[in-house]
């Protein structure tokens, strides 16, 4: 597969595109974006439990890096390949500037189902993985942080190994690391944090309340999907469906989020979940389930053009990176539903991570209350600029996202110029 074929990627191309038409970018500026940096492919070899070597494949890509360094998650899923990984990249890039933060965009992953290794062997991956790396990722170069089937323990593997290749204590080089190793308060839940703010900024817009009649529908009840519930459950509303890989629950009168989180915390599937009055549902029929909020929180490509049609939701946040087609987006906005695009609605995780990447380089660390209150003014502001911008464009979100995004980018790009000139 060469790197513009991923569904993923032609998407993100295709997006690019569409809102450079929009807002009439430079194509000098545009022709440069539709391109990656630098994609580093690497393969990971390590020691089985059972003594055989097993290979995997690795990849590390640097989309732009005009604003600041690079900055992006390491995915572990068997789906990884070099495309999806420029798309994840070419996507943090928008993220970052859409958002205002001083950081460019990058992406990297192994092919591998993580779940299939022993902590061992994950811990002999990620070294290695890190060593394959190392020479293209540093706290002024790029930044790694965790994605899909990674956490902070990847992450503490990650800056041991970056360090003991230096010879000294790098916490600057990843972000989402456990607190006691240089992570910051607030990282763990940010992604999902930031969804339910901007999901509260959109319902204000449309006059919606968030209260006990919010029936909300959570694709994947995860690192994003659980704090998301968590706060939106707090406010008052019924998370009335969750998903994991092997399957949906549904109760319309709403579940009990806290029973729910402590059930997955000992690594228990949903499927095997029991309670008064709760359902068993498809994954694909909880997109289209009766709701007023949809949160698809897993992974990219749920939302298509064959099930939009039938999304009953009038909020649909995209906690994932790519969840719903443009097809899909089209059909939805035809439909009244109000998209609050991946690049605003899951980059608190972004945001907390530069919050991380500067308290480690001032060795300064601030409050939670001090992180929140940021992470939340941010958001709005960037989501007001969104909104603005859909009006000025009349253009969906999705669109004037990338616009804000393409603004900032334009701006930098220029400035600095083409090298050499
Ligand atoms: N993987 C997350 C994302 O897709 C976080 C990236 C980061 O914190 O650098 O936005």
Redesign the pocket.
């Known amino acids: 597969m060469s790197l513009f074929d991923s569904p993923l990627f032609k998407d993100a191309f295709d997006q690019l595109e569409r809102a450079a038409g929009t807002m009439g970018l430079d194509p000098n500026i545009a022709e440069r974006l539709k391109y990656p940096k630098r994609a580093l492919t690497v393969s990971v070899p390590i020691r089985l439990d059972d003594g055989t070597v097993k290979t995997f494949m690795g990849y590390r890509v640097q989309h732009n890096m005009t604003i600041g360094p690079g900055?992006?998650?390491i995915?572990f899923h068997p789906k990884v390949d070099l495309s999806e990984t420029a798309a994840?990249a070419m996507?943090?890039t928008f993220?970052c500037a859409l958002v205002g933060l001083p950081l460019g965009g990058a992406?990297g992953g192994i092919s591998v189902d993580p779940n299939e290794l022993s902590r061992q062997e994950l811990q002999a991956l990620t070294r290695r993985y890190a060593t394959e790396i190392n020479m293209i990722v540093g706290p002024s170069i790029d930044?790694?942080?965790?994605?899909i089937g990674t956490d902070g323990q990847t992450m503490a593997w990650f800056m041991d190994t970056y360090s003991q290749l230096k010879g000294y204590t790098v916490p600057g080089v990843v972000?989402?690391k456990p607190i006691s190793v240089g992570g910051s308060l607030g990282r763990a839940e940010s992604?999902g944090k930031g969804v339910a703010y901007c999901i509260n900024f959109a319902a204000k817009k449309l006059g919606m309340e968030i209260n006990s009649k919010t029936a909300v529908a959570i694709h994947g009840f995860g690192k994003v999907g659980v704090p998301a519930a968590e706060d939106l459950a707090a406010q008052g509303a019924r998370i009335v469906a969750i998903s994991d890989v092997s399957g949906a629950i549904y109760k319309e009168s709403g579940l009990d989020i806290k029973e729910c989180v402590d059930w997955v915390k000992d690594r228990r599937f949903l499927k095997d979940y029991d309670a008064p009055g709760v359902e068993h549902i498809t994954n694909e029929q909880l997109l289209t389930c009766p709701c007023d909020v949809l949160i698809p929180a897993a992974i990219d490509g749920v939302i298509t053009e064959e099930n939009a049609g039938e999304v009953k939701a009038k909020i649909v946040a995209e906690g994932a990176?790519g969840p719903c087609s443009r097809g899909a987006i089209d059909i939805l906005t035809e439909n009244g539903s109000f998209i609050i695009p991946d690049i605003l609605c899951?980059?608190g995780?972004?945001i907390?991570?530069y919050f991380e990447w500067v308290q480690g380089l001032q060795n300064f660390f601030w409050d939670l209350d001090q992180i929140n209150g940021k992470l939340h003014d941010i958001l709005k502001d960037a989501f007001e600029n969104v909104y603005e911008c859909s009006k000025t464009y009349n253009v969906d979100m999705k669109r004037a996202a990338m616009i804000g995004a393409l603004r900032r980018l334009e701006r930098a790009m220029r400035l600095r110029g083409l090298f050499p000139a």
């Open positions: 900055k992006g998650g995915r994840l996507l943090m993220k992406k930044i790694p942080a965790p994605d972000t989402g992604t990176n899951n980059a995780g972004v907390v991570s």
